[in-house]
């Protein structure tokens, strides 16, 4: 059984590497796109580029952490120096040097965010890869994702809600030195919550891993057909709340706009982020004692679905009282904190699966994936809103004033609109059909699956 101090330092660990992730991601394209004056296709081509040559490494990552041994285990030397590194390259991020402008300013971004990706990638593959490799299937292993998950939506929420008024504070009216004094305070709080679960956690797996060649593991991973179920899923699920979370800040600077769109922001992502936590923590261990996690997971999907429908409704009818926005916000924000577990549950037992189909217990490459399609539906996002910023030319407005915007262009504010709601919505459902026809790892089929895996040993 886990112990409390386990539970709490593996807890810690991910609130603190979620804390550094949704700093990049939330802010990046708003760094350099918005403050910095990189126009928002190079940056958003920058991002995809460097995300998706991350995310075809992260399975090269999977191989190194299972050919690892040493007298700390398999993940925890990867996870001490991987967090330190990037750590480091976190705050050279966001301290780009005054003198650089134009394409040497451009090629800073590119060099320092692959290195970034590929820094962080060292520390979150073997971060996650440790929940197969030290807890039982069942009940211990969702109720230690659950808690994982729930604290990395804290760290996510907590960035998300102070984000621009630290960086304002900091700043005292400069928002390029107070993301600058921001990144280091994260960093550091990054690094020392790493640290503790390093010291906490200790690996208990007795699975003897093979570290296959690198022809090997991606044969074992195109054969695990519920694997890459669950990672065409995750992909399309992140694409779609990317694209809306991506485009947020631009939706309260340049769309509801005024003097105190910093305080409307933080307030609307202050409420979604806590929903989005008190549905991982609270909805979602509530709702399970009376439904399987097949009925959560499809209940999920047509709550946010719904969610987006009611605010595309009211975003036409120009309802911009942000209260009742937030009512359709509820639905959206809590149902992908429950998918955001069940997803994470479901590729853990695609590791059994793969066991019992593929003779070889490919923890670490499974979960690489996680890392991996997390990096590629960020990227695509990007991609998608900076074309999105490209088409509105939000660029150009923000070029003029970076303070208090008004009277944006009706055409502007709509493309913005539908950008943030009718895309997720086409994702969504496009995720529920590939599931639904593909994922066959329900309760009853994981117990058979255990069972056999004991008789073949």
């Not at 700043?171 to 030195?177: D, I, L, P, Y």
């Not at 695990?224 to 399309?236: F, G, K, P, R």
Request: hydrophobic share 55%; proline share 2%.
């Amino acid at each position: 059984m886990l112990s409390a101090k386990e539970k709490a330092g593996y807890g810690l660990g991910a609130f603190g590497k979620d804390l550094a992730y949704m700093l990049s991601a939330n802010f990046i394209l708003y760094y350099y796109q918005d403050i910095l004056g990189v126009s928002a296709i190079a940056m958003g081509i920058i991002i995809m580029a460097a995300r998706v040559f991350d995310a075809f490494n992260d399975p090269l990552m999977g191989v190194l952490v299972a050919k690892t041994k040493s007298r700390w285990g398999r993940f925890r030397p990867w996870l001490f120096a991987g967090t330190l590194l990037n750590a480091v390259v976190l705050y050279l991020l966001y301290t780009a040097p005054p003198a650089l402008n134009g394409t040497g300013l451009v090629v800073y971004a590119a060099v320092v965010y692959i290195i970034w990706g590929v820094t962080y990638t060292m520390m979150d593959i073997p971060f996650w890869s440790m929940i197969p490799a030290f807890t039982r299937s069942g009940d211990e292993r969702e109720g230690l994702t659950t808690l994982a998950r729930s604290c990395a939506g804290v760290g996510d929420a907590l960035i998300t809600i102070i984000g621009v008024m630290a960086v304002a504070a900091l700043g005292q009216g400069n928002e390029r030195a107070g993301f600058s004094r921001f990144a280091l305070i994260i960093a550091l709080a990054f690094f020392v919550f790493i640290l503790i679960t390093c010291l906490a956690v200790k690996e208990k797996s007795t699975v003897d891993v093979d570290a296959p060649s690198v022809k090997e593991m991606f044969r074992a991973l195109v054969q695990n057909d519920q694997a890459m179920t669950v990672v065409i899923t995750i992909v399309l699920i992140n694409l779609s709340l990317y694209i809306t979370s991506g485009l947020l800040i631009y939706f309260f600077k340049y769309d509801f706009g005024g003097e105190g769109w910093r305080g409307a922001y933080t307030l609307f992502t202050t409420f979604g982020g806590g929903i989005q936590i008190l549905s991982m923590m609270l909805f979602y261990p509530l709702i399970r004692k009376f439904l399987s996690s097949m009925q959560v997971f499809y209940a999920s999907f047509f709550m946010c679905i719904g969610g987006y429908g009611v605010m595309l409704v009211l975003m036409l009818a120009n309802v911009m009282n942000l209260y009742i926005l937030m009512i359709p916000a509820f639905f959206v924000f809590a149902a992908f904190g429950m998918l955001t577990i069940l997803t994470t549950v479901f590729l853990a037992n695609t590791v059994d699966y793969g066991e019992l189909k593929n003779h070889r217990r490919d923890d670490s490459v499974i979960f690489s994936m996680q890392t991996f399609v997390v990096k590629l539906a960020s990227g695509l996002s990007t991609l998608l809103v900076s074309i999105c910023l490209e088409i509105t030319n939000i660029s150009e407005i923000g070029e003029n004033d970076t303070e208090v915007v008004t009277n944006v262009a009706a055409s502007t504010v709509g493309i913005l609109r539908l950008f943030m709601t009718v895309v997720p919505i086409v994702g969504l459902l496009i995720a529920i059909g590939i599931f639904a026809k593909k994922y066959i790892l329900t309760n009853e089929k994981l117990e058979e699956i255990n069972q056999q895996i004991k008789a073949g040993k």
